[in-house]
Every structure is written in C-alpha cells, then in structure tokens.
C-alpha cells in the first residue's frame, strides 16, 4: 500500500528532553510537510522539504529541527527549547512545485503523533 | 507573508440544509487551492482543489468551491448536507515556493 506513516502514534516524554518523530512516505513525492495541530489554530506549518538535503522553515520552526537525507523520510524533532511541545502532529507529502512547475499540489497526510510532554 | 482565514468555527446544520462555509486568502502571487476534511478518526484528505481554469471545481460527495480572484475566496458549497459530513473543513493555499498555509478550521456538525 502507497502512503505515508508516522510512528508512533502516542509518546511520551518528560520536560527537558528531545524527541524524534518518524514519518516515511512510499508514495515517490519529493516535499514533505511537518504541521503542528492544537484545538482551535488549525494546521500551522512548522518545516518543509521540497526536495532531498534541503528544507526550509515554515511559521513556527523555534524548538524544532529537521533533516531529509533521504527521499522518503523526514523526521522531526522536538527539543526541549520548545515551550509548548505537547500537540499533535501531522506529515504530509506532496508532488514538488519544483518538479510540476507550478504551485504545490495536493497534499497526502499521514495518521499523526501526538506527543505528550511530562 | 501568505494567509489564510475562515469565517465559520462552528457550523451546527440539520440534514438537509445547505451550507457555505468562507474561506480567504492573502497572497501576491500564483497559488493553488484546496479544501480538506477530518472525519472523525480519520485521516485528513482531499476535498477538492483549484488549480487554473473554470473557477468553479467540483469535488466529492457533492461538494463544491467558487474561486472569486477579486475576493481572494474560495468558498466551499453543498446544496444538501449529510450527517456523514460532519468533519472538520480546512481550507489551505499553496504557493510557487513551496509554502502551504491552512485556515484554523470549521468544525461542520450536521444534526440526524
């Protein structure tokens, strides 16, 4: 089956750590998205990769760091210099404007993490 | 920088009612857009999606979207609700760049 996983679905972790959230994509979609859901403020965009070795901020990346060495994964982690870590959060992946030359395509999201801080 | 904003939090419908649920945007530049639904315990999804041409697109289950350029709206429609759409409707703008913005969100409850 074609689609993306985020593992795992529940964590937990104490105040002061980091931690790492997984998201795979089997789908062959170059950009992938982290968002961040709370109650109320919809998705808000926290990093994004349009293509491998490369990503960008999105509008609330303080406290977060990402990597995308390959095509197919984008972990998140969450460290302990974000305030308010406890959320759940989302993956997507989608066709790269840069590759369909236009602007970014329809996004395939995964179940999400939600992630408990202590 | 781009945003997005929807009118409607909370919709409370009964079965049958129409519904129209706003969405706008601010950006300078080409972008594409989309509405996505949350069922409950489900995972987010397409909707439907705006990309060029008619402006008015049709999706699934009977929903709609108008693309008003002069408004900056892109605005969801369906003529007859279900309780099966009760969900959560997202509205969101993708630009050249890459970058996606999603609106806060409009939590549709449609009554038996």
């Known amino acids: 089956d074609g689609g993306i996983t985020q593992s795992p679905k529940y964590l937990f972790r104490k105040e002061g750590q980091n931690v790492t959230l997984s998201c795979e994509q089997n789908l062959n979609h170059d950009a992938m998205y982290w968002y961040r859901q709370d109650p109320g403020q919809g998705l808000r965009l926290i990093y994004y990769s349009q293509i491998v070795n490369d990503f960008q901020k999105g509008d609330i990346a303080e406290g977060y760091s990402v990597s995308r060495e390959k095509k197919e994964s984008f972990p998140l982690t969450v460290t302990s210099a974000q305030k308010n870590p406890t959320a759940f959060y989302l993956c997507?992946?989608?066709?790269?404007?840069?590759?369909?030359?236009?602007?970014?395509?329809?996004?395939?999201f995964g179940p999400g993490t939600r992630l408990t801080v202590l | 920088a781009q945003s997005v904003s929807q009118h409607n939090h909370h919709v409370i419908l009964s079965e049958a009612a129409s519904l129209e649920l706003g969405c706008n945007y601010s950006y300078g530049g080409t972008v594409n857009l989309f509405w996505y639904v949350q069922y409950p315990g489900q995972h987010l999804q397409l909707l439907l999606k705006?990309?060029?041409?008619?402006?008015l697109v049709k999706g699934i289950k009977g929903f709609e979207a108008e693309f008003i350029k002069s408004k900056f709206s892109f605005n969801l429609r369906k003529p007859s609700v279900q309780w099966s759409d009760t969900a959560e409707y997202f509205c969101?703008?993708?630009?050249?760049?890459?970058?996606?913005?999603f609106g806060d969100g409009t939590t549709l409850t449609v009554k038996p």
């Open positions: 969101a703008v993708n630009t050249n760049a890459g970058k996606s913005t």
């Open positions: 997507a992946s989608s066709i790269s404007p840069k590759r369909s030359g236009r602007a970014g395509d329809t996004q395939y």
């Open positions: 705006y990309f060029s041409g008619d402006p």
